[in-house]
T-cell receptor, first 112, second 109 residues
Framework: EAGVTQFPSHSVIEKGQTVTLRCDPISGHDNLYWYRRVMGKEIKFLLHFVKESKQDESGMPNNRFLAERTGGTYSTLKVQPAELEDSGVYFC??????????FGPGTRLTVT | KNEVEQSPQNLTAQEGEFITINCSYSVGISALHWLQQHPGGGIVSLFMLSSGKKKHGRLIATINIQEKHSSLHITASHPRDSAVYICAPTGGSQGNLIFGKGTKLSVKP
């Protein structure tokens, strides 16, 4: 069974540009979570999808971040326009109803 | 005060030593994950537990829900156990995790 995959693994963009991160969860997992770790801080929750619906987006930092999960399969997280403080590692995780979460390898975002 | 406190923050051990990492949390939870993050960044879920004790190979995790405390033990530690270990209770009603800052473990041969 394939695990959670994320693309790209690393992205370097300039301030003001747009970046889209993608997460493919484990097949059949209805729950999909986005987290991020910024430099020197602990990992923080961003949002949670159940199928295609946003169940909890209380962790999204501001309206420059837009997450979608059309069709309830893969998810995208767009940052537009990117700011320096958005640099960090963005993790995606998925779970079935048991809530045990399986993590992707992360996308390292560097905004210069 | 952080919702999740881990101790120690850094730990250096000699190969073969028994290791304990502690986690205290202040939020009400339904379950707690122990995660491992290697240099290079990928996160692996070691355990999810909601009561008692779980064992997987040389790893043992325990949780006391009443005391809001969990521990991760590594028996017969090995240099390949060197990683950051993160305690992450499920804080939200829908399972989103609240992360500790992690414990950086270095096991010397």
């Amino acid at each position: 069974e394939a695990g959670v995959t994320q693309f790209p693994s690393h992205s370097v963009i300039e301030k003001g540009q747009t970046v889209t991160l993608r997460c493919d969860p484990i097949s059949g997992h209805d729950n999909l979570y986005w987290y991020r770790r910024v430099m020197g801080k602990e990992i923080k929750f961003l949002l949670h999808f159940v199928k295609e619906s946003k169940q909890d987006e209380s962790g999204m930092p501001n309206n420059r971040f837009l997450a979608e999960r059309t069709g309830g399969t893969y998810s995208t997280l767009k940052v537009q326009p990117a700011e320096l403080e958005d640099s960090g590692v963005y993790f995606c995780a998925s779970s079935s109803s048991s809530y045990e979460q399986y993590f992707g390898p992360g996308t390292r975002l560097t905004v210069t | 005060k952080n919702e999740v406190e881990q101790s120690p923050q850094n730990l250096t051990a000699q190969e073969g030593e028994f290791i304990t990492i502690n986690c205290s949390y202040s939020v009400g939870i339904s379950a707690l994950h122990w995660l491992q993050q290697h240099p290079g960044g990928g996160i692996v879920s070691l355990f999810m537990l909601s009561s008692g004790k779980k064992k997987h190979g040389r790893l043992i995790a325990t949780i006391n829900i009443q005391e809001k405390h969990s521990s991760l033990h590594i028996t017969a530690s090995h240099p390949r156990d060197s990683a950051v270990y993160i305690c992450a209770p499920t804080g939200g009603s829908q399972g989103n995790l609240i992360f500790g800052k992690g414990t950086k473990l270095s096991v010397k041969p």
